[in-house]
T-cell receptor, first 112, second 115 residues
Framework: QKEVEQDPGPLSVPEGAIVSLNCTYSNSAFQYFMWYRQYSRKGPELLMYTYSSGNKEDGRFTAQVDKSSKYISLFIRDSQPSDSATYLCAMSEQAAGNKLTFGGGTRVLVKP | EAGVAQSPRYKIIEKRQSVAFWCNPISGHATLYWYQQILGQGPKLLIQFQNNGVVDDSQLPKDRFSAERLKGVDSTLKIQPAKLEDSAVYLC?????????????FGAGSRLTVL
């Protein structure tokens, strides 16, 4: 069993729809949770960074963490074709000096 | 601020040949990472440097992979000899020390194809 599980997709939605992405994990020591977006032939770029459980909102993006269920989510409201990318969740046990463990990524396609 | 620079962007080699990738991190970033991303998978950490010292190389196949970060700035990742399963994108990332150390900035990657 992988330490971080993520549905590979692809997830296809019409423009304007809400995109819902999630990851499950097995390591209860993870405390820092991130979502990265990766366009084709580009490196991942950080979208959201959260600590412990709770919600965080940034524009059209909302990240949720439920540590009791070992489950994190990313919601994208009013999706745009430019949101078409692979979304990677990543987690870490500590704030510094500790490696990130990535999920396999979910490919999202937003159709005009 | 300039991003993380990597070269070459693409490389095709035969198995058993050698290859080297170069990375120049964001100026002032103390921590540098090399990740391997196989098609359809998430990045996997190969090695992490703090300045010019190795913090974590537990997942680096040391019989064929080597990396160095001389003078604590740019870094080189070498594969010798290459195997078919080394075909992947090699991503370099850097992060500042202290607060924000978990916030990585990635380069565009070096795509390796081993034939």
């Amino acid at each position: 069993q992988k330490e971080v599980e993520q549905d590979p997709g692809p997830l296809s939605v019409p423009e304007g729809a809400i995109v819902s992405l999630n990851c499950t994990y097995s390591n209860s020591a993870f405390q820092y949770f991130m979502w990265y977006r990766q366009y084709s032939r580009k490196g991942p770029e950080l979208l959201m960074y959260t600590y412990s459980s709770g919600n965080k909102e940034d524009g059209r993006f909302t990240a949720q963490v439920d540590k009791s269920s070992k489950y994190i989510s990313l919601f994208i409201r009013d999706s745009q074709p430019s949101d078409s990318a692979t979304y990677l969740c990543a987690m870490s046990e500590q704030a510094a000096g500790n490696k990130l463990t990535f999920g396999g990524g979910t490919r999202v396609l937003v159709k005009p | 601020e300039a991003g993380v620079a990597q070269s070459p962007r693409y490389k095709i080699i035969e198995k058993r040949q050698s290859v080297a990738f170069w990375c120049n991190p964001i100026s002032g970033h103390a921590t540098l990472y090399w990740y391997q991303q196989i098609l359809g998978q998430g990045p996997k950490l190969l090695i992490q440097f703090q300045n010019n010292g190795v913090v974590d190389d537990s997942q680096l196949p040391k019989d064929r992979f080597s990396a160095e970060r001389l003078k604590g700035v740019d870094s080189t990742l070498k594969i010798q000899p290459a195997k078919l399963e080394d075909s992947a994108v090699y991503l370099c990332a850097s992060s500042p020390g202290g607060v924000g150390a978990n916030v990585l900035t990635f380069g565009a990657g070096s795509r390796l194809t081993v034939l």
